[in-house]
């Protein structure tokens, strides 16, 4: 006969089973329902027909600064706007389509089209936004007021650097990325900010576009901040010096304080990257010498620097600004080939925001140093009326086109 301990034992260890895996369903099922939300569609293995962008470049120089005041924000915490009204804010283009130049890239934002809202697995209601990133090879584009042209470039949607893209910190983002058909070479979209790995543009399907292929990339945007966006297949330099890269703005829920703001993104353009060979990387060991063997690595320099893809296109065409007035730039650097990229400006002093991760400045200076990749918030006002000065404060840079004016009306 069977021990009556051993049994009653077997029935308590049973219940205990029992009880907890009932609870532990009702304790998982809000975490089910909220990744049900932010599950990933997969890709879209086709060949998708690609209706190129017809909008012509608008050649509009006029006026392109916008002025801010479009919606008077009178926000505090716990007072969230509703995305409709954030956008008008964020001074939000609703034409996604179009191509916008230089000067009109400076404020122009796409903040992509809203599907709908979801409610997530708190209660709160989660704003999709739909973007879709074309990659062209085989294009010329205009880098500098002289008509210097930059041949065999690649772009996102047909400009160089690519559309700012532009989210709150909550919002499901979903990234269509179309390479085209025509296109020769693999591509992928990297973007900067916390997402999962497959999501990441470097492994799995989303890291190797081919020709003719899409991928979307979907994720929940956060923490708020200024981040670059960029294709991350090998040769990466080679992706980037052709062309695709872009600025990625994800708003904090709490808008800051409501001003007129920019986007400068300053890069620079190695043309005949295809030409240029191997040199010296370092003096050859004794042993290296004897033995007639030089090390070599591949060496390549950029001939224009620019910011926001266009070559003195600011000093012909001054950013008019106002008096007393604040303004805000989201500044990124995507310069390759060079070790520091920089932004000074003239007759001010502006306050910095590493990453824009934080609402408080780090510091106020009139000079800020960047590595690639690097980027930040500059706010600033102009007591004085006058033309001013900003460019990279490494003169070859700024000899080389990255140089720009700010005429301060009063
Ligand atoms: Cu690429």
């Not at 002289?146 to 690519?162: E, K, S, V, Y």
Request: glycine letters at 8%; aromatic letters at 12%; one cysteine or more.
């Amino acid at each position: 006969m069977r021990n009556p301990n051993f049994l009653t034992i077997n029935l308590i260890l049973l219940l205990v089973t029992f009880i907890t895996v009932y609870f532990l369903s009702f304790s998982l099922y809000p975490i089910m329902a909220t990744n049900s939300l932010t599950t990933f569609q997969g890709p879209i293995y086709e060949n998708s027909r690609i209706t190129s962008t017809s909008n012509s470049l608008s050649g509009s120089h006029g006026n392109l600064v916008n002025d801010g005041s479009l919606v008077t924000s009178n926000i505090t915490n716990g007072d969230l706007p509703s995305t409709e009204k954030y956008d008008k804010i964020k001074n939000c283009n609703p034409d996604t389509d179009k191509k916008p130049s230089s000067i009109e890239y400076l404020t122009f934002f796409n903040c992509g089209h809203i599907k709908s809202s979801s409610t997530t697995g708190d209660g709160n209601n989660q704003t999709i936004r739909e973007f879709t990133l074309i990659i062209e090879e085989n294009q010329s584009i205009p880098i500098a007021s002289n008509g210097l042209t930059f041949f065999d470039a690649w772009t996102f949607n047909g400009t160089i650097p690519g559309p700012t893209m532009r989210v709150t910190e909550g919002d499901l983002v979903r990234i269509n990325v179309i390479n085209s058909k025509e296109n020769n070479h693999t591509h992928s979209l990297h973007l900067h900010s916390t997402h999962p790995s497959n999501m990441d543009g470097v492994d799995g399907p989303g890291g190797y576009i081919k020709p003719g292929q899409n991928f979307t990339y979907v994720f929940t945007a956060q923490p708020y901040g200024v981040y670059p966006y960029h294709c991350h297949v090998s040769p990466i330099d080679q992706h980037i010096n052709k062309g695709l890269y872009g600025a990625f703005i994800i708003d904090p829920k709490t808008p800051r304080q409501n001003m007129t703001e920019m986007v400068m993104m300053m890069n620079g353009y190695d043309l005949d990257y295809e030409k240029e060979g191997i040199g010296p990387s370092r003096i050859p060991t004794p042993q290296e010498f004897e033995e007639d063997y030089m090390p070599q690595e591949f060496e390549h320099g950029n001939e224009v620097y620019t910011v926001n893809g266009k070559a003195f296109d600011y000093v012909e065409n001054p950013i008019p600004i106002n008096t007393n007035t604040n303004y805000r730039i989201y500044l990124i650097n995507m310069l390759e080939f060079d070790q520091v990229n920089s932004f000074h400006l003239h007759g001010n002093m502006y306050k910095y925001y590493p990453s824009g991760t934080f609402k408080e400045p780090s510091f106020e200076n009139d000079i800020v140093t960047l590595g690639q990749g690097d980027r930040g918030i500059l706010e600033f006002d102009y007591p004085y009326p006058g033309k001013y000065m900003f460019h990279s404060h490494i003169n070859e840079f700024s000899d080389l086109g990255w140089m720009g004016l700010f005429n301060v009306i009063e």
